[in-house]
């Protein structure tokens, strides 16, 4: 059983800052891409941010710049610093990652999501 543990959401400013946690733990042999997904009120789930084993990252568009995405592999977590958010990134914010167990195949986890609320 793997899971993932997002942490670090809640209300904030427009103008300020706030850094996301999420950490894996369970029967995980390796991790591979980790990610943060965000779903609005009435709105489709979408991608954030991605970041591979190795560290290299991709992000949406409209976040360049604002958003950060990190991993720290020794603690098999991934981060995402959010400075100058708007009211319009208020969302739930979900961690996903793949990873293998000892059986070598692939597969994808969810966490439970986190509210970040932007709003002055």
């Known amino acids: 059983q793997v899971q993932l543990v997002e ?3 809640g209300l904030v400013q427009p103008g300020g800052s706030l850094r996301l946690s999420c950490a894996a733990s369970g029967d995980i ?3 591979y891409d980790m990610r943060w997904y965000r779903q609005a009120p009435g709105k489709q789930r979408e991608l954030v941010a ?4 190795g560290g290299n990252t991709n992000y949406a568009d409209s976040l360049k710049g604002r958003f950060t995405i990190s991993r720290d592999n020794a603690k098999n977590t991934v981060y995402l610093q959010m400075n100058n958010p708007k009211p319009e990134d208020t969302a739930v ?3 996903n990652a793949d990873y293998s167990n000892y059986d070598s195949r ?3 986890v969810w ?3 986190t509210l ?3 709003s002055p």
């Open 93 to 95: 914010y979900y961690c």
């Open 50 to 53: 991605r970041i591979t084993s």
């Open 116 to 118: 970040v609320t932007v």
């Open 106 to 108: 692939v597969r994808e």
């Open 7 to 9: 942490s670090g959401g």
């Open 29 to 31: 042999f390796r991790l």
């Open 111 to 113: 966490g439970q999501g």
